[in-house]
């Protein structure tokens, strides 16, 4: 069976019944199996179990592993990346948005309602409105969440008010809880340093979850390698979710990545000069990268 026949994954976004979970991680263990890029996830039962209910996020994953394995020849180039082949930085894709699922620990209510308020938006929902930023209620209000109530009592528990915790800084929270979860099982196929490089995909937004210094970068080899893959990492998943969340066209989307490089006025020029390398790739990638976003417009 190859990669695109394989089914997607049942109740996608939270499956809550035994048989629900069980069928999500075999399928997501087939999927990852069928991309050959060394993780087994036989290894990692809870990371299988946490990646099960990720439904269209784990989905948005994989088309960034597959994009890396697309344009990975000439990024190999343009950054002189020292692995022979895509598949350690496919893994780091593969796992990035992990957090979604929720903090570690054992599967409570929060957990729950971390699932719930990541399911992608019903509605187009914007999460800045007249210069502020839009709270976790309003979120739940615009989507006509159903099980607001238990969602939010959920919250309170843990110490957030969703009148007025913004939605976008609850979003940013996964990257922590990606670096924790990981950093709890790494093991074969999961080293330290793809630890931080898929925990450090919003480094744009300023979440660093890892603690990479970006203004005193060592010329020690591993961690300008690490750098390299995080910043390989944070452009792929900006571009693709401009495309598949944003729905933008190519052309768009690139403008949108640059602006996003432009606004941090704070980066070191190396650091820079290889998003601006990693975004070139990409613009030059636009008939290989089409074929991951449908006939949606390419302008």
Known sequence: ?????????????????????????????????????????????????????????????????????SVYGELKNELDLKDEGPERLMRAAALHDIGKSGPPGPEDEFNYAVRRLFVPPGRPFNPFAEGRAKSVAEFADEQDLPDRERVFAALREAGIDPEKAPMVDFWRRHAEWTYKILKDDRGPGLDEDLVKIAASHHLLERQNPAGLDLQHVPAEAQVLEVLEGTELLVAVDKYQAYRSRGGLGHEAALDRLNADISSRTDMPDQLRNNFIKVIGVL?????????????????
Not at 32 to 50: F, K, M, S, T
């Open 1 to 69: 069976m190859s990669f695109e026949t394989l089914p997607d994954i049942p109740q996608a976004e939270h499956p809550e019944h035994d048989w629900l979970q069980e069928q999500a991680e075999k399928t997501v263990t087939d999927k990852v199996n069928a991309l050959e890029i060394g993780l087994d996830l036989g290894q990692h039962p809870e990371i299988r179990r946490r990646l099960a209910e990720l439904g269209a996020h784990f989905e948005d994953s994989l088309a960034m592993a597959r994009i890396i394995r």
């Open 283 to 299: 613009a030059r990638s636009k008939d290989v990268l089409s074929q991951y976003f449908g006939k949606r417009s390419d302008k």
